[in-house]
C-alpha cells in the first residue's frame, strides 16, 4: 500500500496510509505526493484517489495552485516556506486534529523527506550558541523553551562549565549545512538536541 503526502493549509503532513487519507478532510484541491510521482498534484486528478470524492453528476473540477516542491526535490529548499506540525513522536494532521504515529525509532521527518526551509537561520543560532549560549539563547531562538531552561539549569550547576558545551554546539551549528541543522535542531522529535 502506497504511503503519501498531503499539503493543505501550508502544512505538510505524511508519510499517511490511504487509509488514513479518508479521515483528513482533502478535497479535490488538496495537493498530495507519493514516491514515484513526480510532483504533488490535486487529489483529485489522482487516480487511485478517486474513491474519496463523489463528483455531482456533470460538473467538473479545475485547479489552479501552484504545488510546493516534492518531497526530496532539494534544488527547491528555501525558495518558499512550509511549516512542519511537529509534536514530539506525533504531529497533527492538517483538519480535524488527527493524529499520526511515525513508527516506533523513526526520526521526523523521516530520513531522505523533504525538508522544507524552516525560517531559522543556522548562522543565527550558532552565534547565539557561542556568545550567549549560558543562557539558552540558541533553544530560545529554536522555539525549544524546556531546552533553553534545562540550559540556564545546568549552566549554574556545573558553574560554567556547560558554557563550554554550549560553545562547541555553536561550532557544530555553524559548520553544518542549512538542512542537516533543520533536521537536526528545528524538525527534530528530540526536546533536547545538543550535537
Not at 504511503?3 to 508519510?15: D, M, S
Not at 485547479?63 to 506540525?85: C, D, H, K, L, N
Not at 533553544?139 to 554550549?166: D, E, H, M, P
Request: aromatic letters at 14%; hydrophobic letters at 40%; proline letters at 8%.
Amino acid at each position: 500500500m502506497a504511503t503519501w503526502y498531503v499539503y493543505q493549509n501550508n502544512v505538510q503532513t505524511g508519510p499517511v496510509s490511504e487509509d488514513q487519507l479518508s479521515g483528513m478532510g482533502l478535497t479535490p484541491a488538496t495537493l498530495v505526493w507519493r514516491e514515484g510521482m513526480e510532483q504533488w498534484q490535486p487529489a483529485g486528478q489522482v487516480p487511485e484517489l478517486s474513491f474519496l470524492f463523489e463528483a455531482p453528476a456533470g460538473e467538473g473540477s479545475s485547479f489552479t495552485t501552484t504545488p510546493p516542491p516534492s518531497p526530496g526535490a532539494e534544488a527547491y529548499a528555501g525558495t518558499r516556506q512550509y511549516q512542519y506540525a511537529p509534536g514530539g513522536a506525533q504531529y497533527q494532521g492538517a483538519q480535524g486534529g488527527q493524529q499520526y504515529q511515525n513508527a516506533p525509532g523513526a526520526s521526523y521527518p523521516p530520513a531522505g523527506a523533504y525538508i522544507p526551509a524552516s525560517g531559522k537561520d543556522k548562522t543565527t543560532a550558532g552565534i547565539l550558541a557561542i556568545l550567549l549560549g549560558f543562557f539558552g539563547a540558541q533553544y530560545f531562538y529554536l522555539g525549544k523553551i524546556g531546552a533553553a531552561i534545562l540550559t540556564i539549569v545546568l549552566s549554574f550547576v556545573t558553574c560554567g562549565i556547560w558554557n563550554l558545551l554550549t560553545f562547541a554546539q555553536g561550532i557544530v551549528m555553524l559548520t553544518m549545512s542549512q538542512e542537516q541543522f533543520d533536521r537536526k535542531y528545528v524538525y527534530t522529535n528530540s526536546t533536547f538536541p545538543l550535537f
